[in-house]
Nanobody
Framework: VQLQASGGGLVQPGGSLRLSCAAS????????MGWYRQAAGKQRELVAS???????NYADPVKGRLTISRDNARNTVYLQMSSLKPEDTAVYYC???????????WGQGTQVTVSS
């Protein structure tokens, strides 16, 4: 399984970005797709996740500003990021979890920097 993330970059506070992550390879059985982030000197944390049925889960700091979605036909998960804050600066990683094995795969990470 390969996960290719894209869409990171430098944006001013209050701006928007859209991250994408496409899964390829042996992808039958993907259940949850998610985004995590890791800021410098901090642990990796969940940003948002979405199940194959469309149920979503968000970390409290991003609720109302970031939106996760997925295109099952394209095996792609998106993260629409709006009203970005400097504290959103981090490397963002996508991951997928398979069912029933619950095996998890990670993408390579994409840098998001929010700064004026």
């Amino acid at each position: 399984v390969q996960l290719q993330a894209s869409g990171g970059g430098l944006v001013q506070p209050g701006g928007s970005l859209r991250l994408s992550c496409a899964a390829s390879g042996s992808i039958f059985g993907i259940n949850v797709m998610g985004w995590y982030r890791q800021a410098a000197g901090k642990q990796r944390e969940l940003v948002a996740s979405i199940t194959s049925g469309g149920s979503t889960n968000y970390a409290d700091p991003v609720k109302g500003r970031l939106t996760i979605s997925r295109d099952n036909a394209r095996n792609t998960v998106y993260l629409q990021m709006s009203s970005l804050k400097p504290e959103d600066t981090a490397v963002y990683y996508c991951n997928v979890e398979f069912q029933p094995s619950r095996r998890v795969y990670w993408g390579q990470g994409t840098q998001v920097t929010v700064s004026s």
